[in-house]
């Protein structure tokens, strides 16, 4: 885990499931935020990826942790709906508050997945207490290596956070779909 990180850019979602109310990580500073982007049709998310989210979800109180899962579809567009999604949710017991990335006009890329700089799913962004990016990782992290993170993260107070290099967010990189996926994981 970085000692330095970005402040973490807000979501830009269009649905949310399993929640009440939208969220936003302005909304969730003081708490710690693990942000898990993932596909219906990517094997590393169904087999690692949201049974991983699914236990955080379990293990950690809300007041403390906050688990978001982010839908984040860049191939196979025309099958993930809406409709899909909320039935991989129920059939998969998913309990944890999930978002639906924006789709772009302009390119296979949503726009959070965009603006995180994501190379692929699943990705796993640890955000610290207040906002920062701590973790961003593509592809498969282990139980103990995750929890340790986020137990480091717990322990630091609120007050404190790392300095941003530039204090800026960091800058989208323009990305071509690839598709390839495997059983830990799909790249763009």
Not at 137 to 148: C, E, P
Not at 160 to 175: F, I, K, M
Request: aromatic residues 4%.
């Amino acid at each position: 885990m970085s000692g330095k990180g970005v402040k973490a850019p807000e979501l830009d979602v269009v649905s949310w499931l399993n929640t009440t109310q939208p969220l936003t990580l302005a909304g969730l500073r003081g708490k710690v935020v693990v942000l898990h982007a993932f596909q219906m049709l990517c094997p590393g998310c169904v087999s690692h990826g949201l049974p991983q989210a699914a236990a955080i979800h379990q293990l950690y109180p809300v007041d403390e942790v906050q688990v978001i899962g982010l839908h984040t579809v860049f191939e196979h567009h025309s099958v993930m709906t809406l409709d899909a999604l909320q039935a991989f949710v129920h059939e998969y017991r998913l309990r944890f508050p999930i978002a639906v990335d924006r789709p772009s006009a302009s390119s296979a890329i949503p726009h959070t997945m965009q603006k995180l700089d994501l190379e692929g799913t699943p990705s796993l962004l640890l955000i610290d207490k207040q906002g920062f990016i701590r973790t961003h990782h593509f592809g498969r992290l282990s139980d103990l290596q995750v929890g340790n993170m986020i137990g480091q993260l717990l322990m630091e107070p609120a007050s404190l956070s790392p300095s941003s290099p530039s204090g800026t967010e960091p800058a989208a990189t323009p990305q071509t779909p690839g598709g390839q996926c495997s059983e830990d994981g799909c790249s763009i």
